[in-house]
């Protein structure tokens, strides 16, 4: 691997590097929730939410693909059932959205209802009404997973919504900005290749290490 590529030498330190262009001092002023979009984002966003004194919590999705081809994500599913669609892709390949639709409803089912009873006893995420949230990750691929959850934190009516992510592609700063309030990153990149190859360590999380880190 290319070293003069690696932005960061782990989730850890990237996380506090997120801190250094955050503005911590007058996020501290009001309350916050930290939620992460992703297992891995959690471990930044524990740090980040420990900054600030606030709660930290997880937004559960799930990726759905198209038919016949595993590599490729036509929309995301959020644990609020809120469906994001690559709608570019969904046309050149000609998806009917009953699929899409139907592939969430069996997502959502099969795979978050049970994260979410385990994580939480089957409680959805908490009510966000009139809170500032700050929606993290430990970077952004194609950003629907990111736009999924935004979408679903305004659909809970968070009285603002923020992200922040170590890196991400340059190409996806206009989508996420015209619906967050604001973006914080360290690292944009023109050509984004994936999330790993910029950090030195990525290793996977489980979910039961995701359990983990959350008790801890």
């Known amino acids: 691997m290319n070293s003069d590529k690696i932005y960061f030498k782990n989730r850890e330190v990237a996380a506090y590097r997120l801190l250094d262009v955050l503005p911590i001092d007058s996020m501290k002023l009001e309350d916050w929730t930290v939620i992460s979009s992703s297992y891995g984002g959690f471990i930044i966003a524990k740090i980040i939410a420990k900054t600030l004194n606030s709660k930290c919590d997880m937004m559960f999705s799930g990726k759905i693909y198209a038919p016949n081809n595993e590599d490729c994500e036509i929309a995301v599913v959020t644990e609020h059932e809120e469906v994001l669609i690559h709608e570019e892709l969904v046309k050149s390949f000609d998806i009917s959205l009953d699929y899409v639709y139907s592939k969430s409803k069996q997502v959502f089912e099969e795979s978050i209802k049970h994260r979410i009873n385990r994580f939480r006893q089957g409680e959805k995420i908490e009510k ?26 305004i659909n809970l009516k968070a009285k603002s919504i923020s992200v922040a992510t170590p890196i991400l592609p340059t190409a996806s700063i206009p989508t996420i900005e015209s619906i967050a309030d604001d973006l914080y990153f360290i690292k944009k990149l023109d050509h984004f290749v994936e999330i790993d190859f910029y950090y030195d360590s990525l290793e996977d999380v489980s979910f039961e290490e995701l359990e983990k880190i959350n008790k801890g």
Do not use: Q, S
Request: proline share 0%; with cysteine; hydrophobic share 45%.
């Open 128 to 153: 966000l009404e009139n809170k500032n949230v700050l929606i993290v990750d430990e970077g952004i691929n194609t950003g629907l997973t990111m736009m999924a959850c935004i979408k679903t934190a």
